[in-house]
């Protein structure tokens, strides 16, 4: 088992030592933090300071050094950013501190963007995407957006905010076989399940397979609301997206 000791960079070290309370969640950073690279945990520590030139700078210096834009998204931004979700909820830190993160994150993912959009496969088929009414969380959306374009999907973004109407309007504006909803909030998720029973009135939900994800949601919160999927993560949206598709050309 890794020690904090293991942690090269000092300001992660404090930071899991001064904020991270939960023994599950002192175990899982430490192991996160101490087999990633210290360059990656540079990366982390200045997300977590919400320090947007320092992340953009230590991001080119990594993929100028050839490591894997994956490793660089999820070993460094999305990592620091579970620091910061864990401060936000403990009550350490506010929105507008959570605010400059999220620039910072972005500043970082604006060099990962080009790297995983440009696989130059064959388009495989549209994705709708799109986080549900009145939430305005964006950052996981838009990971899973990146890892759609790099696996050859054309993806329509819809961005935040987004209403029933919006959604039902993009998928048959473009035809398009699978939609995905995010949301962040436990107060939006009902948003997904209203947003089903719209396509359901629309006489619509047998034309498109629905996937969905963020935070809160669970399997079983899927299922219940009759979603065709649910993904933990980027990586498993591409996953469904994929069988999803290879389903509809069947
Ligand atoms: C950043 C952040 C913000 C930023 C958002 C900036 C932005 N542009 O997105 C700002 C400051 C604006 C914000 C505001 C608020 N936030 Co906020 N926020 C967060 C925070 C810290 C991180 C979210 C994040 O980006 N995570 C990193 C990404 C990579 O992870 P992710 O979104 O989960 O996405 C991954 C997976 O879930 C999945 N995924 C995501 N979408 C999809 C979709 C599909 C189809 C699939 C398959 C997969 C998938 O793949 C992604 C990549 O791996 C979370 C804490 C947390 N632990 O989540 C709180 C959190 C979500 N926020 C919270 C709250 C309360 C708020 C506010 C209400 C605060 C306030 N008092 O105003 C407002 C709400 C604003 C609104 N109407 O939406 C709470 C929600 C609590 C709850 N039970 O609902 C959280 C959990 C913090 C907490 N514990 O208190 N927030």
Redesign the pocket.
């Given at each position: 088992m890794a020690e904090l000791s293991d942690i090269a960079n000092e300001t992660i070290r404090e930071e899991i030592e001064e904020y991270v309370e939960r023994p599950e969640e002192i175990e899982r950073s430490v192991e996160l933090f101490a087999r990633a690279r210290p360059l990656m945990q540079d990366i982390a520590a200045a997300i977590i300071e919400g320090d947007d030139d320092e992340v953009d700078e230590l991001t080119r210096k990594a993929l100028a050094e050839d490591i894997d834009a994956l490793e660089v998204m999820d070993d460094g931004l999305?990592a620091g950013?579970?620091i910061?979700?864990?401060k936000?909820?403990e009550a350490f830190i506010f929105?507008p501190e959570?605010?400059s993160?999220?620039r910072a994150?972005?500043a970082g993912m604006a060099h990962i963007e080009p790297i995983l959009s440009a696989s130059g496969v064959e388009p495989i088929g549209t994705v709708i995407?799109g986080?549900v009414k009145?939430?305005?969380?964006?950052?996981?959306?838009n990971?899973?957006i990146m890892m759609l374009r790099g696996a050859g999907f054309v993806v329509v973004d819809l961005g935040?905010?987004t209403s029933e109407d919006e959604f039902i309007d993009a998928v048959e504006e473009h035809g398009a076989p699978i939609l995905?909803?995010?949301?962040?909030?436990?107060?939006?998720m009902p948003n997904m399940g209203k947003t089903i029973e719209a396509f359901i009135d629309a006489d619509l939900r047998e034309d498109v397979k629905i996937?969905?994800?963020?935070?809160?949601?669970t399997q079983e919160f899927a299922d219940d609301m009759g979603a065709d999927?649910?993904?933990?993560?980027?990586?498993?949206?591409v996953a469904?997206a994929k069988d999803m598709a290879a389903e509809a050309r069947a």
């Open positions: 999305i950013m579970g910061v979700g864990i936000f909820r929105v959570v605010l993160c999220a994150m972005k995407m986080t009145g939430d305005l969380h964006d950052i996981g959306k990971l899973c935040v905010d995905g909803m995010s949301a962040l909030l436990t107060t939006t996937l969905v994800g963020g935070a809160p949601v999927g649910y993904g933990k993560d980027a990586l498993a949206c469904l």
